[in-house]
């Protein structure tokens, strides 16, 4: 039994996630994609302490609603 | 079909009308290559300007050059192993003044911690090209790792656009770190099969 089967499916889906080997147009890419333009896209800039974005971001939104 | 098959789809129907007209008015490939590559030196100077949206449309009218080139290529029967290089070799040019651009703007506005992430994900780019480079003189393929030259171009071009390159910045950093790391291992796992087989 290899290495990679006795890890579990997590652990898995980290391991193929950083050692990426899946071709563009996949099920797989679209996944890491939403990832990514998430990331982008709902991280308020104030946290990434970024120079020249303006506005809170949706996560910002969304916190500044709660409060 | 994915929803990036699906986009990559819809790209191509104003894409092959391009392709078309490039091959009737005979245009070399290699020089719509050099073309793409000056469009993309304008791009970064709106990118040092801060002139995200700007400089994202002009990255966009660069790369469709880009694109193109290779199609035209085959199209026109002037596919040859100097134009792949030609090709590379320019689009190293494009990535770094883009970068260049960039830097330069946080340099402005006295950002050096956005500087030096701005200068590592160039480094990290350059390095994700020439690991696979390197690699596949020794061994037949090593195309592993997400972080390739079409997603940071399209990476940049929505941090351009929707003014979130902070963000961008970062994950290329980080995937293109990943990437080369990736490209390493295969490369080391591969050679030693090899050398394992011999």
Same mark, same amino acid.
């Given at each position: ?5 006795? #890890? ?33 896209? #709902?991280?308020?800039?104030?946290? #990434? ?19 | ?21 490039? /091959?009737?008015? @005979? ?5 719509l290559t050099l073309v793409g590559v000056f469009i993309n030196f304008i791009a970064a100077w709106f ?8 400089a994202?449309f002009v990255m966009l009218v660069a790369n469709i050059f880009d ?20 090709? &590379? ?5 494009s990535?770094?003044s883009l ?11 006295? @950002? ?16 994700? &090209? ?6 596949? &003189? ?15 171009? /399209?990476? /940049? ?20 770190? /990943? ?18 087989? &011999?």
């Amino acid at each position: 039994m290899t290495m990679q089967r006795l #890890l579990t499916l997590p652990a898995r889906a980290v391991w193929h996630a950083l050692f990426w080997t899946f071709e563009r147009a996949t099920w797989q890419y679209d996944l890491m994609v939403i990832a990514i333009l998430a990331f982008v896209w #709902l991280t308020p800039p104030d946290w #990434l302490g970024d120079p020249t974005a303006s506005g809170p971001g949706l996560i910002g939104i969304i916190l500044e609603r709660l409060r | 079909m994915t929803f990036t098959g699906a986009i990559g789809a819809a790209c191509m129907f104003p894409l092959r009308a391009i392709i078309r007209a490039c /091959v009737a008015l @005979r245009i070399h490939p290699n020089v719509l290559t050099l073309v793409g590559v000056f469009i993309n030196f304008i791009a970064a100077w709106f990118f040092a300007q801060g002139e995200f949206v700007t400089a994202g449309f002009v990255m966009l009218v660069a790369n469709i050059f880009d694109f193109i080139d290779g199609k035209v290529a085959e199209a026109t029967n002037l596919a040859s192993r100097f134009g792949g290089f030609w090709d &590379s070799v320019m689009d190293r040019f494009s990535d770094l003044s883009l970068f260049i651009g960039v830097i330069y703007l946080y340099a402005q506005l006295g @950002r050096t911690d956005y500087v030096m992430i701005a200068a590592f994900a160039m480094m990290f780019s350059v390095m994700t &090209s020439y690991t696979r480079a390197r690699a596949e &003189s020794m061994i037949d393929k090593c195309k592993v790792g997400f972080m390739e030259r079409p997603e940071r171009i /399209v990476l /940049v071009m929505i941090g351009a656009f929707t003014n979130r390159m902070g963000a961008v910045l970062w994950v290329i950093l980080v995937l293109s770190i /990943v990437t080369v790391l990736d490209r390493i291992y295969y490369t080391w796992r591969a050679l030693k099969a090899q050398e394992a087989a &011999s």
